[in-house]
């Protein structure tokens, strides 16, 4: 078995990491002072400079055109993306997770990312012209607006919002919630999934349809914190949909296709959000060791407490497996697809917030009060990172999927229910 990455690997993720170090680094404090300042919910004009650095040395969408072997409904659309397979964008999401603000400054931040990738496979041509197009440019941002307050949504067959035919157009009525990216003035469309025919088939009930966010009807409530971060410009918004009109051209790919579409586009998100976790636990064990090595308690530095010698090796084992996990889960779907990879894509959804949460906790335990200030970015790191044991389905869910797999191996020995 080798373990040895390749020079396409390489390339693109030592690239990614120096312009990490030399342009978005530095910049932070001037990011954070940008977002403090005056209305917090406008676009961050260092994130505007940096992006144009950011193209200029072709570090730009580099997840795009997405590599699935899936042919696009439509392929008369062309556009210039490095088309990274899911392998090699793997390793550039874990440098970019080290950095909160780093993905959108490569085009790369979610949900955009999942939104393009669905434009691309699905959309029509008329579609990506209008909407694709600006997001690859990086002129818009966009939404998805799935999840509802009033229903279990990670399954997806519960959701309740309706979209309905009448004449050339449809009428949606529901509402979502946490819609991230809707507090950004620049997120002009969302991605609205809801049912076309609740007397369908269970998965053949839902639709996707494009709602552009200025049509009449659709109303942001309220933006929702996360452990009291309210995540300013991104946000993450709880939406209205009341009578809200649109053409019936913005249907994606076809009335009950929703789940389809839903499946496709969440294995590849999953990866992504899996990997920058892993840079976020990296950026945690450095500063976790910075502190132990500096920091004296009781006459003695904290680095030589059999304690932190003890837990500082264990989040060092625990990111190189789950590394490991995760670039395997990414290599399988390159080989043989997303559907063959869908075990490895649970196991590494359950597996990274975990062992990131663990020591994400341990850092800020060494820093002490200093921990669960905004001094060193751990607190937030956390309540982000806490998200992503519910984002793209809960834990619940993978383990349920993980254990039936194992329980189908001894199909034999099953007992009968009484």
Same mark, same amino acid.
């Given at each position: 078995m080798d373990f040895t990455l390749g020079q396409r690997e390489t390339h693109f993720q030592d690239r990614v990491r120096d312009f990490i170090a030399r342009e978005i680094r530095p910049r932070t404090p001037q990011y954070r002072a940008q977002v403090a300042q005056g209305d917090r919910w406008q676009h961050v004009p260092v994130i505007e400079e940096v992006k144009s650095l950011a193209k200029a040395e072709r570090l730009w969408n580099l997840f795009m055109p997405p590599h699935s072997g899936q042919p696009p409904v439509d392929d008369s659309f062309r556009f210039e993306g490095e088309q990274l397979t899911n392998l090699e964008y793997a390793l550039c999401a874990e440098e970019m997770g080290r950095i909160e603000w780093a993905p959108e400054c490569f085009n790369c931040s979610a949900p955009d990312t999942g939104n393009m990738e669905v434009l691309?496979?699905?959309?029509?041509?008329?579609?990506?012209?209008?909407?694709l197009r600006p997001l690859m440019h990086g002129e818009i941002r966009s939404a998805f607006l799935m999840t509802e307050p009033a229903v279990a949504s990670s399954d997806a067959t519960n959701v309740e919002t309706r979209i309905e035919r009448d004449g050339d157009e449809y009428v949606i009525n529901g509402r979502k919630w946490w819609s991230s990216g809707t507090g950004d003035p620049r997120c002009k469309v969302a991605i609205v999934m809801g049912k076309t025919d609740p007397e369908a088939s269970r998965h053949a009930q839902q639709s996707m349809i494009l709602v552009p966010l200025d049509?009449?009807?659709?109303?942001?409530?309220?933006?929702?914190?996360?452990?009291?971060?309210?995540?300013?410009?991104?946000?993450?918004?709880?939406?209205?949909?009341?009578?809200?009109?649109?053409?019936?051209?913005?249907?994606?790919?076809?009335?009950?296709?929703?789940?389809?579409?839903?499946?496709?586009?969440?294995?590849?998100?999953?990866? #992504? #959000?899996? &990997?920058?976790?892993?840079?976020?636990?990296?950026?945690?064990?450095?500063?976790?060791?910075?502190?132990?090595?500096?920091?004296?308690?009781?006459?003695?530095?904290?680095?030589?407490?059999?304690?932190?010698?003890?837990?500082?090796?264990?989040?060092?084992?625990?990111?190189?497996?789950?590394?490991?996990?995760?670039?395997?889960?990414?290599?399988?779907?390159?080989?043989?697809?997303?559907?063959?990879?869908?075990?490895?894509?649970? &196991?590494?959804?359950?597996?990274?917030?975990?062992?990131?949460?663990?020591?994400?906790?341990?850092?800020?335990?060494?820093?002490?009060?200093?921990?669960?200030?905004?001094?060193?970015?751990?607190?937030?790191?956390?309540?982000?990172?806490?998200?992503?044991?519910?984002?793209?389905?809960?834990?619940?869910?993978?383990?349920?999927?993980?254990?039936?797999?194992?329980?189908?191996r001894h199909a034999e020995h099953m007992a009968e229910r009484p």
């Amino acid at each position: 078995m080798d373990f040895t990455l390749g020079q396409r690997e390489t390339h693109f993720q030592d690239r990614v990491r120096d312009f990490i170090a030399r342009e978005i680094r530095p910049r932070t404090p001037q990011y954070r002072a940008q977002v403090a300042q005056g209305d917090r919910w406008q676009h961050v004009p260092v994130i505007e400079e940096v992006k144009s650095l950011a193209k200029a040395e072709r570090l730009w969408n580099l997840f795009m055109p997405p590599h699935s072997g899936q042919p696009p409904v439509d392929d008369s659309f062309r556009f210039e993306g490095e088309q990274l397979t899911n392998l090699e964008y793997a390793l550039c999401a874990e440098e970019m997770g080290r950095i909160e603000w780093a993905p959108e400054c490569f085009n790369c931040s979610a949900p955009d990312t999942g939104n393009m990738e669905v434009l691309h496979r699905y959309g029509t041509l008329a579609q990506k012209e209008q909407w694709l197009r600006p997001l690859m440019h990086g002129e818009i941002r966009s939404a998805f607006l799935m999840t509802e307050p009033a229903v279990a949504s990670s399954d997806a067959t519960n959701v309740e919002t309706r979209i309905e035919r009448d004449g050339d157009e449809y009428v949606i009525n529901g509402r979502k919630w946490w819609s991230s990216g809707t507090g950004d003035p620049r997120c002009k469309v969302a991605i609205v999934m809801g049912k076309t025919d609740p007397e369908a088939s269970r998965h053949a009930q839902q639709s996707m349809i494009l709602v552009p966010l200025d049509t009449p009807g659709v109303t942001i409530e309220r933006m929702l914190p996360v452990f009291g971060y309210d995540h300013a410009p991104h946000g993450h918004g709880e939406v209205s949909l009341t009578d809200v009109r649109v053409p019936a051209d913005n249907i994606l790919l076809g009335e009950g296709r929703g789940f389809e579409i839903a499946q496709g586009r969440l294995g590849p998100g999953r990866i #992504h #959000h899996c &990997m920058r976790t892993i840079g976020a636990a990296e950026e945690a064990i450095d500063a976790m060791g910075r502190r132990l090595v500096s920091r004296i308690a009781f006459r003695k530095r904290l680095s030589d407490q059999s304690i932190w010698e003890q837990r500082i090796a264990r989040a060092r084992i625990d990111i190189e497996m789950t590394r490991l996990l995760c670039l395997k889960a990414a290599d399988m779907m390159d080989k043989a697809g997303n559907k063959a990879a869908h075990l490895e894509i649970s &196991m590494i959804k359950v597996q990274a917030p975990g062992m990131a949460l663990s020591i994400i906790d341990d850092a800020i335990q060494a820093h002490g009060g200093a921990g669960v200030s905004d001094d060193f970015d751990l607190a937030a790191a956390w309540a982000n990172i806490r998200t992503l044991r519910l984002a793209d389905g809960p834990d619940e869910v993978h383990n349920r999927t993980i254990a039936r797999h194992e329980f189908a191996r001894h199909a034999e020995h099953m007992a009968e229910r009484p």
